[in-house]
């Protein structure tokens, strides 16, 4: 892997996908779980085994990440997972209802400069009035758009929207690919 400054906090990476196709599928999924409060996790990958020989969490060994029946039947999102050539750990659809704000927090294994895990997000649902804060500077979320963020920094998420905010959120463990994907993306 390179040794290439990493003085950066975002890259909006290369890769684009079908807005329709993300929110007509996620409607669909979405459909059978109960309303909540505040902020929902919609899992469509699991812990499944654990490996006793790993004890740091972040170490993307610790656990054999099994597909929920839900992602079974999602093939977009299954094609759009296809896209990436990496490993993938934890993915879920996170909301936020209308109103509702994830307080500032840092998940500190989730640095490119670690060269182990990092989170990619691809929005499904936003508007003008969500905003997504990292180092106190918004990010430009559109829709069907593929983004790193360097989530060891400081973070938060606050929709002042009518409607939910949807976010596909895919842990992947960084290999070359991944590297060279976020270095080459749009940093401004």
Not at 93 to 98: A, T
Not at 153 to 177: A, F, K, M, T
């Amino acid at each position: 892997m390179s040794e290439a400054p990493m003085d950066f906090d975002r890259a909006k990476l290369a890769l684009t996908y079908d807005v329709d196709r993300l929110q007509y599928e996620t409607l669909n999924a979405i459909q059978m779980f109960p309303a909540y409060l505040h902020y929902s996790v919609i899992p469509l990958t699991f812990a499944g085994e654990r490996n006793t020989n790993v004890t740091d969490f972040s170490d993307p060994d610790w656990v054999t990440w099994i597909e929920t029946p839900l992602l079974k039947n999602c093939p977009y999102i299954q094609e759009v997972l296809s896209s990436l050539n990496c490993r993938i750990t934890n993915v879920r659809l996170l909301r936020l209802e209308p109103g509702g704000e994830l307080k500032k927090h840092t998940d500190p294994q989730l640095n490119l400069q670690l060269q182990n895990q990092v989170r990619l997000h691809v929005s499904v649902f936003t508007s003008e009035l969500v905003e997504f804060i990292l180092n106190d500077k918004a990010v430009p979320l559109n829709p069907g758009e593929l983004w790193y963020m360097r989530l060891s920094d400081p973070h938060s998420v606050y929709n002042r929207g009518y409607s939910e905010r949807i976010q596909l959120s895919i842990d992947v463990v960084v290999n070359e690919w991944v590297e060279n994907m976020i270095l080459q993306g749009d940093k401004s």
